[in-house]
């Protein structure tokens, strides 16, 4: 079972009702969970977390945010759960271990090029090192030198950032088991295989446990 976390509901910048059809498609267990449930984390199948995009609330460094107390709320229940950020996600994991975000004022929209790191085969396995990835955020996660530090990777890359420069744009927080992705594998056909992969090796493994 997977528990998605998230206030929201379905939109085109969150992509809820995308994440929910690729997981139907391969008939992946699944709960959706909008707030803090004492009953969800006595549950003994959950085996997995996906924090997925949002169209509201945005991730502020510096400042007191109580309205992520949900995100926290379960990596504090489940700390040994695979975890996988998507958009808002990813931006969250990428502070929560340390990082920060390059912030923007519009929207980074569209299919863009992007090269996978094809040695992380866990997560990529059976993927083109070079695919078009589906976008939809603002600020863009950088890993800091005490981020790096303590371990997270990137494992993905834009080609061409809305700055004409190559940035990261997924990451290993911890070894094999918690990922963010600036990109929605989970918005076309021909990219879902690496939110599967994300089940079948981190989630559905008998070492995830």
């Known amino acids: 079972m997977l528990l998605i976390v998230t206030r929201e509901f379905p939109d085109p910048v969150n992509n809820l009702n995308k994440l929910v059809k690729a997981l139907s498609a391969r008939n992946i267990p699944y709960k959706i969970t909008r707030k803090c449930d004492p009953q969800i984390i006595r549950r003994t199948d959950i085996r997995g977390i996906i924090i997925p995009g949002t169209n509201k609330n945005r991730i502020l460094p510096n400042e007191i945010q109580p309205e992520l107390d949900l995100e ?3 990596l504090h229940h489940f700390p040994k759960l695979p975890v996988l950020g998507l958009c808002h996600g990813c931006q969250f994991l990428t502070v929560y271990y340390g990082g920060g975000l390059l ?3 519009s929207f980074w929209v569209g299919n863009k090029d992007a090269e996978l790191d094809l040695t992380r085969d866990k997560i990529f396995h059976g993927e083109e090192p070079l695919q078009k990835l589906h976008v939809h955020f603002h ?3 950088v890993i800091t030198p005490a981020a790096k530090k303590g371990g997270v990777r990137e494992i993905a890359w834009f080609r061409e ?3 004409g420069r190559r940035h990261a744009c997924a990451f290993e927080f911890e070894k094999d088991r918690v990922y963010g992705f600036m ?3 989970e918005a076309k056909k021909e990219t879902r295989g ?3 992969n994300f089940y079948d ?3 559905a493994s008998p070492s995830s446990s």
């Open 194 to 196: 690496i939110l599967y």
């Open 161 to 163: 950032f809305r700055d």
């Open 103 to 105: 912030k923007h004022s």
């Open 72 to 74: 926290l709320y379960y």
């Open 183 to 185: 990109f929605h594998p």
């Open 139 to 141: 600020d863009l996660p």
């Open 201 to 203: 090796n981190a989630v």
